[in-house]
């Protein structure tokens, strides 16, 4: 039993009364009978308690009507922490574990709404830092792509108007033309992407960093490159194409 309650005086047990409708209706019981299910209360408590005389009770049966034990689900009634029921009831008991039991609850809710808090802060600032990666990579390649663009500009300007002349002119010679295509070695060796051998050089074959126009060719078998390859810091991008023999020399 509750020790330490005063008498209750009419208004109180109104204030009581309607207290339980009100949060028998939220949770959905339609009935006293309901609740005395749901709860497991004697008939004999569940008239106190309904005749205002809640502090009659003992805490182990005010406990079942505020809120189920933990392994008992199905005892499930008002839904309200124990401590907020015997409030609104103007229960105030004096027992020292209650008090103790009512003030942990009271900081692990507190402690709940900081953390709620602190994950929904860090949810955000995940979905900003989200945002600004992928606004700099956007960046970064329209930087790319323009900072190549300015590299290349002679060339790809110039391209057009060559490939039209080679088709009006196919007699021009070549080498006027190679001047036309400086911007792009400086390019490659800005980015340090080094070829692998040079046309027409005749080496060692090389599985590593050749490839070859037959599947018999030897390893150290002498071999002439056709098309070099390029490297970059020591992986090989593409190796360079080899044969036997040079471009027109036969097989």
Known sequence: MVMGASITTYPEILRGYELLLELMRRNKILNWNQLQQKTGLSSAALWRLRDGDAASLSLDELSRIALCRRHHAEHIALSIPLGNFLDKLGILPPHPELEIKRRECLELQQQLQQLNQEKETLRKDGLRLHSELQQQQLELTQEFRKSTFEKLQTLLVNYPSIDQMVKVKPELPAKNLLSSFTPLENLLKEWD????????????????????????IAESEMVYIRFIGYQHQGNILCPAKVSRTLPGAGK
């Open 193 to 216: 992407y080094q070829p692998i051998g040079k046309p027409w050089e005749q080496v060692e074959y090389n599985p590593q960093i050749h490839q070859p126009d037959t599947g018999d």
